[in-house]
């Protein structure tokens, strides 16, 4: 690309083939969900002078808006297996009593790009939806009257389907801790089960 003024025009007429490509340049702060709109974002334009009018020859046009996002965080250790123990009947009582409760940890890793935002995580059943704070119905197996519950790392049972903000995020690997146990929700049946969860992570 040759800067203006550059070239002498020969007779009454001249060809040009100019290569051109657009770039993004960050400038300033991006707050997540930012949208470039479509339009014209420049044009090239013949500045005339003595040889005629102003020209527009060339329109770079967007034809689709962009929004513009955050690197996303990824889950460095999925999928997360918890094994709770094999537990007596006598260990579940009564129903809301739990047993077997077993810590595990999701760990997390975020690109440097997106360091310093708030970050939000939210845990869903992965099967059917419990009344029951915390507690992930069975997807599959022989037991019956039992449930997993889910416990934050201060053991409060975790508010499925809500965002709960963990932090900011760091470019440094960190880890979040939760546990899970067995939760009585009626009559028991012995045998195996087996429920999941699905996590969502959100930043702002």
Sequence with gaps: MYPWPCCTIQGTGNNYNISTA??????????PGSVLPAGVLGYWQWLGGT?????????FTLTNPITLVYPPCTVSNTPIVVNLPTVSTSSLRTNGSTSGTTPFTIALTCPSASSGLTMSIELDAA??????TG???????????VGVQLLNQSFNPVTLGTPTVVGSTSAVPYNLRYYAAYYRTGTLTVGTLTAGATITLSYK
């Design 22 to 31: 657009l770039s993004l340049v960050k400038t300033g702060p991006i707050s």
């Design 51 to 59: 040889f005629g009018p102003n020209l527009q020859v060339e329109a």
């Design 127 to 132: 099967g059917a939806a419990s009344n029951i």
């Design 135 to 145: 507690v992930l119905l069975p997807t599959s197996g022989t037991s019956a009257g």
